[in-house]
């Protein structure tokens, strides 16, 4: 039998990394004359360019894991994948409002050095960032504009329609939302699982209000208001016991998830500690943590332009800092899954598991049943 040799071509470090590229990127604009460039106009590019390539790596792991989604067969190695994909997305994440420290060591007035120079250049023209923000499913029309100019008016027609590819494909957002939908532990058996809930719910509320009642050292005014504080269960729970209500609070732009999707976002999170839910719990869990990281780098980034510049108005036009501000507040993707914790209850309250249910989430399925 004849034997086949694989063979390489060797290969240097400098030439695989085609470093010659990546170094001779950083071009001042500052600087025409020897010895006249912004000393800090150097680090503000390096800063900018790292930005993109980890915005690169982001992209990557979301495309697989999309890829994943849309085969619409997650089993539980499909869900150690997709979580380990997050897991990075989440640590890249990190590092980039750990970057505005770095940027932090350039004083206002070293940035005022070659600010002009700038013009109209802006990290809105980023259109990896903004791909990032399809992929992960913020809605367009929940954007802020600035000028009164649409998001994407600033790329060129083919990145445009490539934002547009992207929302018509799905984004995460309506792929979790989709896979949610297909958790089948809603109704098993005799079990219905928002029946249960809904009782524990209610003997949970009583408990604290008869613990309230009882205090010694509660006046009757204060024990009246915290009684009315607690509520019941059409106060902090009716979005999830009545699905017209919830369909009216999605109507209004106050929800998104589907009810079927928060109901079982919710069991997810309250049986998280069944084996067969630990994959489902920590996806969820990840998407909470992207979105807060997110939310933090923008506050960063909010601060950082505020410390740098005050009340100036952007090199791209925008009102900068409130502007930055506004999007920390309003760019969130996944409010609905922070909304969960509303409805935890303790583990001593939760409705027991029939026997054979807790049998079945004690391992783990591929075929039969598949989330």
């Given amino acids: 039998m004849a034997e086949t040799d694989k063979k390489f071509t060797t290969i240097h470090y400098h030439s695989y990394l085609q470093l010659d590229k990546i170094l001779d990127a950083q071009k001042t604009r500052s600087g025409g004359v020897e010895g006249k460039a912004a000393h800090e106009e150097t680090l503000f590019i390096i800063i900018h360019q790292v930005y993109e390539l980890w915005f690169k790596q982001i992209k990557h792991e979301l495309q697989s894991v999309l890829m994943h989604f849309r ?31 770095v940027l932090e060591t350039m004083t206002p007035l070293d940035f005022l050095d070659f600010r002009a120079y700038l013009f109209p250049a802006s990290g809105f023209q980023s259109f990896q960032f903004r791909a990032i923000e ?16 649409k998001y994407s008016a600033v790329f060129p027609d083919d990145q445009q329609a490539e934002l547009k590819t992207i929302y018509q494909k799905g984004t995460l957002f309506n792929m979790v939302e989709d896979w949610l939908e297909r958790t089948p532990f809603l109704q098993f058996g005799d079990f219905d699982f928002l029946k249960y809930y809904k009782k524990a719910v209610e003997n949970m509320l009583a408990s604290e209000r008869a613990a309230i009642e009882a205090s010694d050292y509660l006046s009757e005014k204060n024990k009246a208001k915290r009684i009315e504080m607690l509520g019941d269960t059409n106060t902090h729970y009716q979005y999830i016991f009545d699905e017209d209500y919830h369909q009216q609070m999605k109507n209004e732009g106050k929800l998104r998830l589907s009810y079927k999707a928060s109901v079982a976002a919710l069991l997810i999170n309250l049986y998280r500690d069944e084996p067969i839910l630990h994959g489902p719990y920590n996806l969820l869990l990840n998407l909470v943590d992207i979105d807060s990281l997110l939310t933090t780098w923008r506050y960063r980034h909010a601060q950082m332009v505020l410390r740098m510049l ?62």
């Fill in 71 to 101: 085969n619409q067969k997650i089993d539980e190695r499909t869900v150690g994948t997709i979580v380990a994909r997050l897991n990075r997305v989440e640590e890249i994440l990190k590092l980039l409002i750990q970057q505005i420290q």
């Fill in 310 to 371: 005050g009340r100036k108005t952007g090199t791209g036009g925008s009102s900068g800092h409130e502007y930055l501000m506004g999007t920390a507040m309003k760019h969130q993707i996944f409010n609905d899954l922070h909304s969960i914790s509303t409805l935890l209850i303790p583990r001593s309250e939760l409705p027991a598991l029939p026997d054979q249910l807790k049998k079945e989430l004690g391992f783990y399925f591929t075929e039969k049943h598949s989330t």
């Fill in 134 to 149: 399809a992929m992960l499913g913020l809605p367009e029309k929940g954007r802020m504009t600035y000028n009164n100019i």
